[in-house]
């Protein structure tokens, strides 16, 4: 056997070892990676230790307002919840749909849902899929709905805490929303109206999306 | 580290002409070493008494199909992150065939005629002169032929999903096309210089 190899030429030599990586590659799988994936347990539990996995709402309102475009927001609820309300710039993939979505392992995606569960499932999917930037809209939708859209007074509040609440009553204002001190509090309550949807409609002073990389030859 | 290196930002659009030139002079280089380099060599394959482009081109193909198959099989390479050009059938078969012919007249590819001009070689400058001038013909004719250009678009497909067979099959298969091509080619190249021997002996 050894002889019969070492006496062929040296373009047969090659062409056998292509022709045996020809006839593994039929048993070798998907490159794609198919349906299986891969978990490396320290790494997820580090990362969720260190909350290194999150984004506050406070964060992600201070990037939408600054016009940063280098993340995928994406809204897990059904379409009919989204086109209700959904965070400025968000696209919907009901969390159903996610394997076939054209989201990329190269890009930073915020999954967020109404809580935590469907986005930290999400996040497991694509953790495991081998997507490097993947993060969870800490609190969910109701998160952003109760600090950013209607922050509320703090009560007997120092200096600081007032002036934090001052700039939390700008930014709900920007995205439509309504502080809610005391008097507005009693006034309104009952009629707490959700800012309409303005989904696909860029603030004017945002910056443009991060310029694609260019492809092709 | 996963590849490709520059989607998943290992390095920035700068870098990556610094590599582009590296590639490109080792590409080059392969080129040129292959023979590529000669008129007569290519315009030969044409008629069927050398079959060298063949052989390299087929023996590149493959290299390259297992390399990308095997590196993404063990995860190393995402698949999906590669830029696939999309297909318009028709618009690609007339420029082909279009290609095809100016390769027969001229004796060169765009690639192999600028490693023969490296070579200094005067029918290659003058074959890049008339490339340059088709470009512009191509540009200034576009808005002519636009509709044309964009027609029959099929997307970015590969083999695969459109025969609907799996990676791994359609591997094996362009393996086996290989080396039958291979076979063939060498088998060819025999009887042609037997008749050669004979019609001069």
Request: hydrophobic letters at 45%.
């Amino acid at each position: 056997m050894k002889n019969f190899f070492a006496n062929l030429s040296t373009n047969k030599k090659f062409a056998l070892i292509a022709f045996i990586l020809g006839i593994i590659a039929l048993f070798a799988g998907n490159p794609y990676g198919g349906g299986t994936i891969k978990v490396n347990e320290k790494e997820l539990a580090l990362s969720t230790i260190n909350n290194s996995d999150k984004v506050t709402v406070t964060d992600l309102a201070d990037w939408i307002i600054q016009g940063k475009a280098d993340f995928e927001l994406v809204d897990l609820r059904s379409q009919e919840k989204y086109n209700e309300y959904a965070i400025p710039n968000a696209q919907c993939i009901p969390i159903a749909q996610l394997p076939e979505s054209d989201l990329l392992r190269n890009q930073k995606i915020i999954f967020y849902s109404d809580d935590d569960v469907a986005a930290s499932q999400a996040w497991f999917i694509f953790k495991s899929k081998g997507y490097k930037g993947v993060y969870i809209l800490d609190g969910g939708l109701n998160a952003w709905k109760e600090k950013v859209l209607f922050p509320k007074a703090p009560i007997n509040a120092g200096k600081a805490e007032l002036a934090k609440f001052e700039k939390a009553k700008e930014v709900s204002k920007y995205f439509g929303g309504q502080a809610q001190t005391d008097s507005t509090l009693s006034e309104s309550k009952p009629s707490i109206q959700l800012p309409t949807s303005n989904v696909g409609t860029p603030k004017s002073g945002s910056t443009p999306p991060k310029k694609k990389k260019r492809e092709g030859c | 580290m996963n590849a490709p290196f520059f989607k998943f930002d290992y390095f920035n659009t700068d870098v990556s002409l610094i590599f582009a030139f590296i590639i490109g002079i080792a590409f080059g280089i392969a080129l040129e070493r292959g023979g590529f380099g000669r008129a007569t060599i290519l315009a030969a394959q044409f008629y069927f008494t050398n079959m060298r482009v063949l052989k390299v081109m087929f023996t590149a193909i493959v290299t390259a199909m297992l390399g990308l198959f095997y590196l993404s099989v063990i995860g190393f390479l995402d698949l999906s992150l590669i830029y696939l050009t999309t297909t318009n059938m028709l618009p690609m078969v007339v420029g082909g065939l279009v290609a095809g012919v100016g390769f027969v007249i001229g004796g060169y590819c765009p690639g192999t005629s600028m490693v023969a001009v490296a070579t200094g070689k005067i029918d290659a400058m003058v074959y890049v002169l008339g490339m340059m001038f088709g470009i512009f013909v191509f540009g200034e004719m576009f808005p002519s032929i636009e509709s044309f250009f964009n027609s029959s678009e099929m997307g970015s497909v590969t083999l695969p999903q459109y025969f609907n067979m799996s990676y791994g099959l359609v591997v094996f298969l362009v393996v086996l096309m290989a080396l039958g091509a291979f076979a063939a080619a060498e088998w060819g190249e025999r009887k042609m210089a037997a008749k050669k021997s004979e019609a001069n002996p």
